[in-house]
């Protein structure tokens, strides 16, 4: 019996000790997270006293002043606020709310109104974790000096040895926060990673009116509210897509494709926008219920990546890179007049500093009044199997040009066309060949499908990915011409199939005979994959790049391949290839559907159309309800978009490619192609040359898109009609109304 006892008190101790080491071990990462590690000493907070008055103005000092705006600075904690003359609105750095409706704990309290927030690491720990300060729970030495239209603040974290500058400036109508890379300076262990500045600008409560913007896919806005849910997550976006790009899910995540955010609150708002430094730049939105009750939008800039080394066989430890990225960061912060301050005003905005910036062409003529039919003619794909494998001839080239003549007969005059798998060995025989395929017909019946193509005013556009690398290509090395990770190793998928190319290396290649291979074929252009999608850092021993690096790679190929062709279009629509391309393929026409966004909204599509012509992500034969893509094309201003094959896709049901193209007989599917070509160009040709105006939410699911020229666009997805003074919508129907006059 007494053994007993002891056995079972012993089992209690056991217990009772792995419970307590538990409990320390959490609040000791929560601590560490926040704080620092324990190395250094104990920080000091910014005063209860001060941090309450922030919000305050009369404890700034006005520093810059113009027409439209003033620019105020508060020394304690480098606090700013901008008042605008105009609207009477006071946008303060930090934010403006109760500590009882704010909830949380004192640390995330401090947080929401620090004018910063800091992420750093330890290189001197064996784990490399992320570490998280802000500048009231961590006061650095704060020093300011006046410079022209504003105000200059060194900052030294004297408790963690980093020290960098900051200038906010006023002009017109805007703030301007510059970071130059060349003043951070680190003296200890812990090295920067982030800084994401002015994190509460703007930060909106459960009871003011309005909302957050943010650009994932189209766009997506996330309304203030006083009922919702305590979250646990946040959007929070690495510019022109993840870093994981090999790692993908069955949830496809939507890129943050512009570099731009804003706020609408209480009938005023901002647009903000990165103007250097994207490539190396987040976007967060906090909703309210995720750690506090605050609803935020800021941007993030970057100095450094974490990544996954390799310590022993199959083991990894995180790590953060020694050598700090040396790129300045700028944002802009545009604020726009009271009660214009809508989503629609954010992208009109927007869209005129990319016009002036010249980041942005014109590649539709003035007047163009016919959306052409986006088209994506599947030709060829090999077939592997265990003792054999064959070439498949899904679509030739004699078929194509009768696909092409049958609706220039109906009546489709404007066509934009990508042949896929047109090439040597057929598509997913990563990275592409330049020579074209015997089976489809040979060079000599692509030339003859391009010259119609020409004659008859249809662009053809011959897809080329010279980005993917496949292993059972043997086109590549493994070990010299792919991308690297900063632990020198190869970035692959999980099975080890699928690679990268190293951007020089395709550039060599493509500009040394492959660009004059593809132009022979007279096409009218090249369709460049992922690379309108994607952005990658590259550690390649022979040729390393930042992320910027390996983008300006890509441009220069597509910008001689526009030299050679005319035109060149490009999958997905990153804000680097506004200035270049001709066709964006691949546009989201939705957001990715987090749980705290509200509605999905056409901002991109409002900053592009009338200058690119776009079309969606997923074709009309593979949608699940025809009849709500169909709308979105409508409300959204897109090609309407098929991807057609002469054979019938149980000819290809044993290749990689039956799981994305399951119904695309050409003969099936051209009677619905001409009925909604004609039926969008009868009612909506004549806004295709326009920009978008303004787009709104009237009710739940129904919603208008205007034009430059007045003309007014009401779709309704709902089950029942929509009935306004004088308007009657149909249920999963839409009506156009034309400006008299």
């Known amino acids: 019996m007494l053994r007993r006892w002891l056995r079972i008190i012993s089992w209690v101790l056991v217990i009772g000790f792995c419970a307590f080491f538990i409990y320390k071990a959490e609040h000791f990462q929560i601590a560490r997270n926040a704080l620092g590690d324990g190395k250094e000493p104990d920080p000091q907070p910014v005063a209860k006293e001060i941090v309450d008055k922030l919000s305050n103005l009369a404890g700034y000092a006005k520093v810059s002043e113009n027409d439209r705006l003033s620019l105020y600075f508060e020394p304690v904690t480098s606090s700013i606020a901008v008042s605008d003359k105009t609207t009477g609105a006071t946008w303060m750095s930090a934010s403006n709310i109760t500590d009882e409706a704010l909830g949380g704990s004192e640390l995330l309290k401090n947080s929401v109104r620090a004018p910063l927030n800091l992420t750093y690491a330890d290189i001197s720990r064996p784990v490399q974790d992320p570490l998280y300060t802000n500048s009231i729970t961590l006061p650095p030495k704060i020093s300011k000096e006046d410079i022209d239209k504003g105000i200059r603040v060194h900052y030294d974290f004297d408790k963690l040895g980093i020290s960098f500058a900051i200038e906010y400036t006023i002009e017109a109508d805007r703030l301007e926060v510059y970071i130059p890379a060349a003043d951070i300076k680190e003296k200890t262990s812990n090295l920067l990673v982030s800084i994401e500045i002015l994190p509460n600008l703007g930060s909106g409560t459960d009871k ?5 913007f943010y650009p994932d896919g189209s ?16 959007y929070s976006a690495t510019v022109y897509g993840s870093e994981d790009v090999l790692k993908r899910t069955s949830q496809r995540v939507e890129n943050a494709y512009l570099p731009v955010f804003g706020a609408n609150k209480n009938g005023n708002g901002f647009v903000a926008y990165v103007t250097q430094g994207e490539f190396e730049s987040k976007i ?48 802009r912060y545009v604020f726009l007049p009271k009660d214009h301050s809508d989503y629609s005003e954010m992208a009109k905005a927007y869209r005129s500093y990319l016009i002036e910036s010249g980041k942005l062409q014109k590649r539709i003529a003035d007047g163009g009044k016919e959306i052409p039919a986006a088209i994506n003619l599947f030709m060829g794909i090999r077939e592997d199997n265990v003792l054999s494998k064959q070439f498949l001839k899904i679509t030739t080239f004699e078929q194509a040009k009768k696909f092409l003549q049958e609706l220039n007969t109906a009546g489709v005059n404007a066509m934009s066309v990508v042949l896929e798998g047109w090439m040597k060995d057929g598509l997913g025989d990563f990275p592409d060949s330049d020579q074209v395929s015997s089976e489809l017909g040979g060079r000599a019946k692509l030339t003859d499908l391009t010259k119609y193509a020409k004659d008859h005013q249809i662009d053809i556009f011959l897809d080329f990915n010279n980005v993917d690398a496949f292993d059972r290509n043997l086109g590549f090395r493994k070990n010299i011409d792919v991308m690297k990770s900063p632990s020198k190793l190869a970035l692959e998928d999980y099975y080890g199939f699928w690679y990268l190319l190293n951007a020089e290396r395709a550039w060599t290649k493509f500009m040394g005979s492959q660009a004059k291979t593809l132009a022979g074929y007279d096409a009218s252009g090249i369709s460049f994959a992922e690379m309108g999608s994607i952005a990658l850092a590259d ?3 022979y040729h390393p790049f930042t992320r910027e690096g390996t983008v300006q790679k890509w441009l220069e190929m597509m910008k001689y391949s526009r030299e050679q062709n005319g035109k060149v279009a490009v999958y997905g629509g990153n804000s680097y290839v506004l200035g270049t391309a001709d066709r964006l393929m691949d546009i989201p026409l939705h957001d990715t559907g987090y749980v705290y966004s509200d509605e999905a909204v056409p901002f991109y599509q409002m900053v592009v159309h009338g200058y690119i012509p776009y079309s969606g992500d997923l074709p009309m034969n593979s949608h699940y309800d025809s009849r709500e893509l169909f709308l979105k094309w409508v409300e959204y201003g897109s090609m309407p978009y098929y991807e057609l094959t002469y054979a019938k896709p149980e000819e290809f049901r044993y290749t990689f490619y039956s799981d994305t193209l399951f119904s695309s007989s050409f003969d099936q599917w051209s009677p619905f192609l001409i009925q909604q070509y004609k039926e969008l160009n009868k009612k909506l040709g004549h806004t295709w040359s326009q920009e978008i105006e303004s787009h709104r939410i009237i009710t739940r699911d129904v919603y208008e898109t205007t034009y430059g020229d007045g003309t007014k666009v009401i779709v309704n997805y709902s089950s029942l009609p929509y009935k306004s003074t004088g308007v009657e919508v149909q249920p999963k129907d839409y009506i156009v109304l034309k400006q008299e006059g």
């Open 539 to 541: 550690y390649n021993e």
């Open 208 to 212: 003011d009116k309005g909302y957050m």
């Open 284 to 331: 967060n939105y906090y909703p309210s219920g995720y750690t506090v009750n605050l609803n935020r939008v800021s941007g993030e800039f970057f100095y450094r990546r974490f990544y996954d080394a390799a310590i022993r066989r199959g083991e990894f430890s995180q790590r953060v890179e020694k050598d700090l990225m040396p790129v300045d960061h700028r944002l």
């Open 219 to 234: 766009g997506a806005i996330s309304y203030f509210k006083e009922t919702h849910p305590q979250y646990k997550d946040r």
